[in-house]
Antibody, heavy 118, light 107 residues
């Protein structure tokens, strides 16, 4: 069965970086893209970006350009999302999701809570 | 950037009633519109894609309609497990965005 398993919760100080992993299993990793979505406490969903697991092409949300980098490691079927220069409003649960036809997110990871606090 | 506006923000209904949720786009998204359900403490679940196609395993009581800028998610008869938050999502020019959500709560 398809599974996306994310790394554990993180606590970071403002200005630091965080790297969240998302290990895929149960399907051919390079046949789909991976998107990252975050959700601040009590708030809605925010799309962060997408990466092709096939060739590494990526697209990022405009408001995160320059601070976010998404990568994949096909040898371990793992996707990564790194966010730099963290601010308090980056505190959120971060989800990875398998992307069909770019925007249909049919399987999701369990979420990773990233807390940014001094 | 395309803005999706969902209404109402909260819908108070009883089990067995019909729920009608609206999603309006600030410009045409053709039929590139999806709907997700999210329960507290859980990841979202894909319900509908391409405006009207049910995702795998989604019950027939969920249906989607619309195109261009106006879309509707209908739950024909609410089951206890349907009380949750619903989000619409669009794809245009490789930029995605979500609506603010509609909470369907028990009346």
């Amino acid at each position: 069965q398809v599974q996306l398993v994310q790394s554990g919760a993180e606590v970071k100080k403002p200005g630091a970086s965080v790297k969240v992993s998302c290990k895929a299993s149960g399907y051919t990793f390079i046949s789909y893209g991976i998107s990252w979505v975050r959700q601040a406490p009590g708030q809605g969903l925010e799309w962060m970006g997408w990466i092709s697991a096939y060739n590494g092409n990526s697209n990022y949300a405009q408001n995160l350009q320059g601070r976010v980098t998404m990568t994949t490691d096909t040898s371990t079927s793992t996707a990564y999302m790194e966010l730099r220069s963290l601010r308090s409003d980056d505190t959120a649960v971060y989800y990875c999701a398998r992307a069909v036809a770019y925007y249909q997110f049919d399987y999701w990871g369990q979420g990773t809570l990233v807390t940014v606090s001094s | 950037e395309i803005v999706l506006t969902q209404s109402p923000a909260t819908l108070s209904l009883s089990p067995g009633e019909r729920a009608t949720l609206s999603c309006r786009a600030s410009q045409s998204v053709s039929r590139y519109l999806a709907w997700y359900q999210q329960k507290p403490g859980q990841a979202p679940r894909l319900l509908i894609y391409d405006a009207s196609n049910r995702a795998t395993g989604i019950p027939a009581r969920f249906s989607g309609s619309g195109s261009g800028t106006d879309f509707t998610l209908t739950i024909s008869s609410l089951e206890p497990e349907d009380f949750a938050v619903y989000y619409c999502q669009q794809r245009t020019n490789l930029r995605l965005s979500f609506g603010g959500g509609t909470k369907v709560e028990i009346k």
